[in-house]
């Protein structure tokens, strides 16, 4: 399947003789049309049998603890999908039939010919019969590469690279956070784990030997290239995945900076066989970045999962995830159990990208933080998808936020280095940067939702000329999302702030009279019971003056609505007062705007404040 470089792929069709099958209602209702077609065609298709049910993970949020958190929704998981499933693998293992069951989501890939097919559709216990094949796509242009290590005539600021620089990521390295304590995922085409920028930051290198137990996991069962199939040592048969490792965290100690996060860990899993994936493979390894295994695939062990995974790939209707919602409830899995998931947006290799073409999945997900790409000017990159998210009907606004991905310098195979371009460069850029964010901020641990609104509030905003979605063109759009992030603004811009002061129960959250009054005395300068007084709710958590004073201290950088650089009482705390009073529109912004504004328009201001109250 589709690896998210830009380059120009050179497309060919097999042909063949496909043989009429006619297939009965009840397959015809449940199964993809790329099933139908290939049951003419051959003996075994790979299918994706949907259960008809998926676990109820609602309650996951309210565990604070990420290890907690993971363990709940792997439990609860495991238990549904064993309860669930139960009648039809002891079906499917009576005759014989090859399968594998997951329980990332309900669901079971089986290997079915056209008698099972049908036996399939006429269960009630099974939902949708999806498509699960492997297209092979011819590969993009090989990179350019450069030696292995650059002049040592070279000054230190230069060997770090321009988009690391970009994102400011130095100068959060130089308030001494580099991503200690956080572990990065990855599922690509696989990595060569001792490339020197990459072997030292490798979670299963000790500094003397190797374990790839618990760090490391192949779901490709078959093939494999240069690495065969189910290799129990990383590797990567193409160049892709060495890449955009290189890009979170690589730093070989020398004059080749090429990660946002030298200070992180990674773990990876291959998804790809030498660049083509299937839905299947790409779930296998979001499952056991879930639960990490040995390399037996037994022992699963979620405090080994990681705290973000990349994934520069896509999976268009084209080759295979024609059912466009097949990984959804996959990717809300793996963020129900506290892990950020980043997705590149897509790259359409036109030179013009189009509006909604942002359309394959994980990308098109909610669930997903998806990545569009800019130059080092800050101009977006025209391979870079937009939005919004037709596909599956939401128009949903997407890409959510933008990464340099123009001729990004990282790590390659055989211990090079060369330039990619893609939002496959631009999404390593910000799941180093949340890297970061949570090796300064163990609050965003097992937060995800809260890393995303922390990243997008405080991006550089960059309007867009091209107005898709027929929404403003000012911020958020459907080409850069909220903007390009700014590691620097992130952490100085209040992480986990809220507009819920008083911490009240659920059911009155965010109230004008008790919050909206709070926030607006705390920025005319009150303090103690002046600030306090008359103003809480009954069913406040937070009361003492002096903690409440603290919080507003530690979110007042998020205060600044109108984006002018202060966080004044007659237009910040205004607009908020205002906002959560329920004034929309004009009457929101009327006479409360400072006088140089970034966020001047009524949608803008909307939107801003809504990032405030999770």
């Not at 230190?156 to 580099?178: M, N, Y």
């Not at 490709?220 to 490792?245: E, F, K, L, Q, R």
């Not at 947006?345 to 909610?366: E, H, K, L, Q, R």
Request: aromatic share 6%.
């Amino acid at each position: 399947l589709r690896i998210l470089v830009a380059a120009a792929l050179v497309s060919a069709t097999a042909a063949h003789a496909a043989v009429p099958f006619t297939a009965s209602a009840p397959l015809s209702s449940k199964a993809d049309a790329w099933v139908i077609k290939q049951l003419a065609a051959a003996t075994t298709v790979p299918v994706l049998v949907q259960m008809p049910s998926q676990a109820d993970l609602s309650q996951a949020a309210a565990i604070a603890d990420k290890t907690e958190r993971g363990r709940y929704v792997y439990e609860t998981l495991r238990k549904h999908a064993d309860a669930t499933q139960a009648d039809l693998r002891s079906w499917l293992a009576s005759r014989g039939v090859q399968h594998q069951p997951f329980w990332v989501a309900n669901m079971i890939l089986v290997h079915a010919d056209a008698a099972t097919a049908e036996a399939l559709a006429n269960r009630p216990d099974v939902k949708r019969l999806s498509a699960n094949p492997s297209v092979r796509l011819a590969q993009p242009t090989a990179p350019v590469q450069d030696s292995a290590t650059r002049s040592k005539s070279l000054q230190v600021a230069t060997a770090i690279e321009a988009g690391v620089t970009k994102i400011r990521a130095p100068e959060v390295w130089a308030a001494g956070f580099t991503g200690q304590g956080i572990v990065i995922g990855g599922q690509d085409t696989g990595y060569q784990w001792d490339h020197p920028a990459l072997k030292g930051k490798y979670r299963g290198w000790n500094g003397v030997t190797a374990n790839h137990n618990y760090h490391w996991h192949d779901a490709i069962h078959s093939g494999g290239g240069v690495c065969g199939a189910n290799s129990t040592v990383p590797c990567d048969d193409h160049y892709h995945g060495t890449h955009t490792m290189g890009t979170m965290v690589g730093d070989d100690g020398a004059s080749n900076q090429t990660g946002v996060a030298p200070g992180a860990k990674w773990i990876g899993c291959r998804n790809m066989n030498q660049g083509n994936g299937t839905p299947a493979t790409y779930a296998e390894c979001f499952q056991w970045f879930m639960a990490p295994t040995n390399l037996n695939g037994s022992n699963p062990d979620t405090s080994k999962a990681p705290h973000v995974i990349n994934n520069s790939w896509g999976c268009p209707p084209s080759e295979g995830c024609t059912d466009v919602n097949v990984l959804k409830s996959v990717v809300e899995s793996v963020q129900a159990a506290g892990i950020l998931v980043v997705v590149s947006a897509g790259n359409t290799n036109s030179g013009a990208a189009p509006c909604t073409s942002v359309a394959d999945p994980a990308a098109i997900y909610d669930a997903s933080f998806s990545v569009a790409a800019t130059d080092i000017s800050d101009n977006w990159a025209t391979f870079s998808n937009r939005g919004p998210v037709t596909v599956d009907g939401s128009g949903r606004l997407k890409p959510d936020i933008a990464a340099p991905g123009v001729s990004v310098r990282s790590s390659l195979p055989g211990g090079s280095y060369g330039n990619l371009d893609g939002t496959s460069m631009a999404g390593p850029h910000v799941a180093g940067a949340a890297a970061l964010l949570m090796s300064e901020y163990p609050s965003l641990i097992g937060n995800p939702d809260a890393i995303k609104r922390l990243l997008k509030r405080t991006a550089v905003r960059r309007p867009a000329s091209f107005n898709c979605g027929n929404i403003a063109t000012t911020v958020p759009n459907n080409t850069f999302g909220w903007g390009r992030i700014d590691a620097v603004a992130a952490r100085l811009g209040g992480p986990g702030a809220t507009l819920n002061v008083d911490k009240s129960t659920p059911t009155n959250r965010y109230h004008g009279l008790t919050d909206g009054l709070l926030i607006t005395r705390y920025l005319i300068g009150l303090t103690g019971t002046a600030l306090t007084g008359g103003v809480l709710s009954p069913d406040a958590t937070v009361t003492d003056p002096l903690t409440l004073e603290g919080n507003l201290d530690d979110m007042r950088a998020a205060l600044d609505v109108d984006g002018d650089g202060q966080q004044l009482a007659g237009t910040d705390g205004l607009l908020l007062l205002r906002y959560l009073l329920g004034l929309r529109g004009n009457a929101l912004i009327a006479g409360a705007l400072g006088p140089s504004p970034a966020r001047s328009t009524a949608p803008d201001i909307e939107a801003f404040i809504q990032l405030l109250m999770p």
